[in-house]
Nanobody, 117 residues
């Protein structure tokens, strides 16, 4: 059974930092590009950052460039999202996604990030 389990969310003040983790099981991890998405209340889900199977290529939404860093540790089947200089507009549920094709497309349950003073 394939599972993606996110952790690391919480409440943080503006300007603070959080590191999200997503542990994958049941799949050959290094064959999957990994992506973090987020969805704020009343808004559509949006791509935050993605990383290729061996971590050579990354991509970021313009809104998080220079503040967020995606990385992966294939030995631990884990992808990370380091989030610095957090803003209230970063408040959302953050989801981990593993996708090779339309058929091989898996999601975690999400972790809440709230940025508020």
């Amino acid at each position: 059974q394939i599972q993606l389990v996110e952790s690391g969310g919480g409440l943080v003040q503006p300007g603070g930092s959080l590191r999200l983790s997503c542990v994958a099981s049941g799949l050959t991890f290094n064959t999957y590009p990994m992506t973090w998405y987020r969805q704020a209340p009343g808004k559509e889900r949006e791509l935050v950052a993605s990383i290729s199977g061996f971590g050579r290529n990354t991509n970021y939404a313009d809104s998080v460039k220079g503040r967020f860093t995606i990385s992966r540790d294939n030995a631990k089947n884990t992808v990370y999202l380091q989030m610095n200089s957090l803003k209230p507009e970063d408040t959302a549920v953050y989801y981990c996604n593993a996708r090779r094709t339309v058929k091989y497309d898996y999601w975690g349950q999400g972790t809440q990030v709230t940025v508020s003073s």
